[in-house]
């Protein structure tokens, strides 16, 4: 039996090193020739890399979360049958580094590299259609019997949020739902008993006596990987809080008009097989007011020390997943049509949601819209998408007093909070920025005009 080193592989556009994802295997176990190996997720996208030998998984030479370089040896694959593959003949040929040994092999290990398949970043916490026909891990439980555990289980936020609320611990509900998903009865069947969880079990404890052993149990941690889509939010949001120099600026927006307007144009948008929000018509003005206010629509080269000035206008439009929040890029949509503007914009959050995006989708924004929706709360304070000089935060519509022609009556009233970097742009720049928004979207008849 021949031991094959399995190197990570040259994934091209300049890549040179690559986090650990997932393993889909463990030390011992059998893999399939072209059965999924491992999750590597680079700068520019997360691939999934399969095996290129069926055997026994000898070693494995790096944990999740840690990084290896182009080259590396990720794994030791025991190949059955000896290195005869056509896949490691022709790895071996395209590899003429010398052979070398593993301990206690008596014969030259091959290398070789795996096919590769591309996903979106983050699509690693999304269940493929392949990946749902593969058998979820298992592991001993106390008892000796054998039991469902996943340490990555996919489930909606609401499903997550029931499993919380009856101390339900998601990783040992075997799933039942669409795409290897945990479903709503899979948590209630585990609440119920059916297959205790370690959170029904504390649960069932905390109502007997036990002293300090009790107290003990209340304060357990459980802990797992900060890898993948999460960790490179996390940098991307440290780098930009790094490097710029940001300020917030809030002002109120009078929402009726805009109110009326999309009550006034929404049932022939859904004739058109198009749901239109408020959001189209807030990337549409916000284009088209970044035209006035170019400083708003550059970014600072540090290299060079350039401010670059973008004469296009690529809007951003966060998007929460379940991967993590993502920001899909409407290409020209100063040039958009609304109906055209709010099919793009539900066409690309699906697909950030679905991970369905390719690169070229989720970068390139030259400034972007974040929303909350019903949930937008009172105020925020956006954090920019580096290396952007600006980004919108929109925040939910209420009702609250105004003041009227003297008057005070009930209005609609709506804040946004802008987030600038003040190296680029000055305060009253910023706020001629905000006002001008403000002004576009208090007369959204406006902005069509020139396309009657």
Do not use: C
């Not at 700068?43 to 030479?61: E, F, M, N, Q």
């Not at 106390?142 to 990783?171: M, Q, Y």
């Not at 109906?339 to 390139?364: K, Q, V």
């Not at 909350?372 to 998408?385: D, F, I, K, M, S």
């Amino acid at each position: 039996m021949a031991a094959l080193e399995f190197k990570l592989p040259d994934i091209g556009e300049g890549v040179s090193e690559g986090e650990i994802v997932r393993w889909h295997v463990t030390e011992g176990d059998e893999v399939a020739e072209d059965a999924p190996l491992v999750e590597v997720m680079t700068d520019k996208a997360t691939v999934v890399i399969d095996s290129p030998v069926g055997g026994r998984v000898a070693r494995l030479a790096f944990a999740v979360g840690e990084t290896a370089r182009v080259g590396d040896v990720l794994a030791v694959i025991e190949a059955a049958g000896g290195a005869t593959t056509a896949r490691e003949a022709t790895a071996a040929r395209e590899d003429p580094a010398p052979s070398s040994r593993v301990d206690g092999d008596e014969g030259p290990a091959a290398t070789a590299v795996g096919v590769i398949e591309s996903r979106l970043p983050g699509a690693e916490l999304l269940a493929s259609a392949e990946a749902a026909t593969n058998a979820p891990a298992t592991r001993a439980s106390p008892t000796g019997r054998a039991s469902h555990f996943d340490p990555k289980p996919l489930a909606t936020p609401a499903v997550r949020a029931l499993a919380r609320e009856r101390g339900v611990d998601l990783r040992e509900v075997p799933p039942t739902g669409p795409r290897g998903r945990v479903s709503r009865d899979d948590v209630l069947a585990a609440a119920a008993g059916q297959r205790p969880s370690g959170g029904a079990h504390v649960a069932q404890r905390a109502r007997q006596p036990g002293g300090e052993a009790l107290r003990r149990e209340h304060r357990r941690e459980t802990r797992e990987p900060f890898v993948g889509v999460r960790r490179k939010i996390a940098e991307r949001m440290a780098e930009a809080t790094r490097t710029a120099a940001q300020f917030t600026f809030v002002e109120e927006l009078d929402a009726e008009p805009l109110m009326r307007l999309r009550e006034h144009l929404a049932a022939g948008a859904q004739a058109r097989g198009v749901k239109l929000t408020y959001l189209p018509f807030i990337v549409k003005a916000t284009a088209l007011v970044l035209r006035r206010h170019p400083a708003l629509n550059s970014t600072l080269d540090e290299k060079t020390h350039e401010l670059v000035y973008r004469h296009y206008y690529d809007i951003g439009v966060a998007t929460a997943t379940d991967a993590g929040l993502m920001v899909p890029v409407v290409r020209g949509a100063d040039e958009l049509g609304l109906l055209a503007l709010a099919a793009e914009i539900e066409r690309l959050s699906a697909g950030a949601r679905e991970g369905t995006l390719g690169r070229d989708e989720l970068t390139g924004s030259t400034f972007t819209v974040t929303s909350l929706g019903r949930q937008g709360g009172l105020l925020a304070t956006p954090v920019l998408n580096h290396p952007e000089v600006g980004i919108l935060g929109v925040h939910r519509i209420r009702a609250r007093p105004v003041v009227r022609d003297g008057a005070i009556v009930v209005g609609q009233v709506g804040l946004l909070s802008l987030t600038f970097d003040h190296r680029v742009v000055d305060g009253h720049v910023g706020a001629a920025f905000a006002y001008d928004l403000i002004d576009e979207l208090e007369h959204p008849e406006r902005m069509f005009i020139d396309r009657l």
